[in-house]
T-cell receptor
């Protein structure tokens, strides 16, 4: 049963620390999305990649967030330095030409 | 630009009641339309989709019809169950799959 795998599932850190979230997309998928979900803002698209190239990262605060795809099996989202307002659930999703997105279970981030 | 507007929640229904969650969209061209469902503690998962006007997507007793004349894609189910309690998201992707838009989500609680 193919699925998107995100690690860690939960992360608690202190303000100012670097946070790295990882995502393994479904094998063969050529698009990867990063979303942030909060009660106040709902689901926000942060960035997305096609064939490992960033297509849109306009939703991402550039000063502290960065997203990369070192290879086709790994996508990373980094926050440095982290702030309490970054506390949220971060989802990765992957897809192919069908435009359907398959979501991971998310990383719940708490920045104290 | 393209966008999706869905009915505000939360919605509370008794078991076996009829469900409608409204969704309207704004788009140029011929978008694909989706309903995703998010169960507590999980990522979003595709519930159903429609790729062209008058298509009806259906899954697990849920249905939605792509209505170009009213730019709508309302989600319906004839008899809800407690297990349908979740958050439902309407979504749109453009023709070439470069842009994706999610609604704000509608929380549904079904009580026995």
């Amino acid at each position: 049963d193919a699925r998107v795998t995100q690690t860690p599932r939960d992360k608690v850190t202190e303000m100012g620390q670097e946070v790295t979230m990882r995502c393994q997309p479904i094998l063969g998928h050529n698009t990867v999305f990063w979303y942030r979900q909060t009660m106040m803002q709902g689901l926000e698209l942060l960035a997305y990649f096609r064939n490992r190239a960033p297509l849109d990262d306009s939703g991402m605060p550039k000063d502290r967030f960065s997203a990369e795809m070192p290879d086709a099996t790994l996508a990373t989202l980094k926050i440095q330095p982290s702030e309490p307002r970054d506390s949220a659930v971060y989802f990765c999703a992957s897809g192919s030409d069908s435009n359907i997105q398959y979501f991971g279970a998310g990383t719940r981030l708490s920045v104290l | 630009g393209d966008s999706v507007t869905q009915m505000e929640g939360p919605v509370t229904l008794s078991e076996e009641a009829f469900l409608t969650i409204n969704c309207t969209y704004t788009a140029t061209g011929y978008p694909s339309l989706f309903w995703y469902v998010q169960y507590p503690g999980e990522g979003l998962q595709l519930l159903l989709k429609a790729t062209k006007a008058d298509d009806k997507g259906s899954n697990k007793g849920f249905e939605a019809t792509y209505r170009k004349e009213t730019t709508s894609f309302h989600l319906e189910k004839g008899s809800v169950q407690v297990s349908d309690s979740a958050v439902y998201f309407c979504a749109l992707s453009d023709q070439i799959g470069n842009q994706f838009y999610f609604g704000t989500g509608t929380s549904l609680t079904v009580i026995p």
